[in-house]
């Protein structure tokens, strides 16, 4: 009877402090990583939080051609210095050039190329 | 009031208010498991909880209600390159009514025009024609259909009731009759 409240206590803080330990990718964020580690690099992490606050779906889905599927795009990097892809807008005139390889490479070793932070985590999974 | 009590009160309402807020909980970008803390661009990238804590706050996914924040003018994703193009927004819409047990489904184009061209979905995912496509919940949780975007993009599939927004027994009877709704 006295012990109870303490193994509450205990769950409880786990319940409460779980997400804030539990590592969390933002929603929707990609990652890219069919070439890139095999060939040096860190993995690409594409934020679409950041991006749809500046555009709409179809300027890249329509527009730029980029597929709904992480990874079947088919992106390297010849064809973004051609400016296709991110490279119709990192080029130094919309957006920062495509210099600036740890700004999109930043991602840890291993990560798998996919959507994150999504139904993988929360969603269907569990219905 | 003992003082375990009391902190379990405290942590059990502060589980509630994140639960029913889902505010404020974003992820340093450090310790979000994707981005390499030794990672030079860690210092320069923008927090999520930075931009996204001065939008409408909503409970899933980004935590964010875009389609609010859009139509409050707190954002205003261009709709091109160069943001000249004329935005041609759709004010129709569609229920669909195979969805027993739940409520039914209504389809809202404006929301989905604010966000996107035409082409974004005629026809590549819908043929633009009122029951001319076999959805169901499997195809969706499939990633098809309006599951292509929602769950890996738009809020999540967990939110049920966004979808299953229209109860049969509030429609109009001649609505109920055809299926079919405009404005």
Known sequence: MKRWPRRMLAILVVVALGPAVIAWAEYADVTINTRSEAEGVAPVIYPHWFHRIRFQCSVCHVDLDIKMGAGTTGITMEKLIDGQYCGACHNGNIAWSIDNCDLCHSGRPGLETGVKGGHETMGPGLY | ?183
Not at chain 2, 77 to 101: A, C, Q
């Open chain 2, 1 to 183: 009031m003992s003082p375990i009590r009391a902190i379990s009160l405290v942590i059990v309402l502060t589980v509630f208010a994140s639960a029913v807020l889902g505010a404020g909980n974003w992820q340093p970008l450090k310790n979000d498991g994707l981005h390499d803390p030794e990672n030079p661009a860690i210092e320069i990238l923008q927090e999520p909880g930075e931009a996204l804590g001065v939008l409408v706050p909503d409970s899933a996914g980004n935590k964010v209600d875009w389609v609010r924040s859009l139509q409050e003018g707190l954002i205003e994703p261009r709709p091109s390159l160069d943001g000249d193009e004329e935005p041609n927004i759709r004010d129709t819409t569609v229920l669909m009514k195979n969805t027993y047990p739940l409520f039914y489904v209504r389809f809202t184009h404006k929301p989905h025009t604010q966000w996107m061209s035409c082409e974004a979905c005629h026809d590549r995912i819908f043929v633009p024609q009122v029951d001319a496509n076999p959805i169901n919940m499997g195809k969706i949780l499939e990633g098809e259909y309006c599951g292509l975007c929602h769950g890996a993009v738009s809020f999540p599939l967990t939110e049920c009731n966004r979808c299953h927004n229209t109860n049969p027994a509030t429609l109009g009877r001649e609505e109920a009759a055809t299926g079919e709704g405009t404005q």
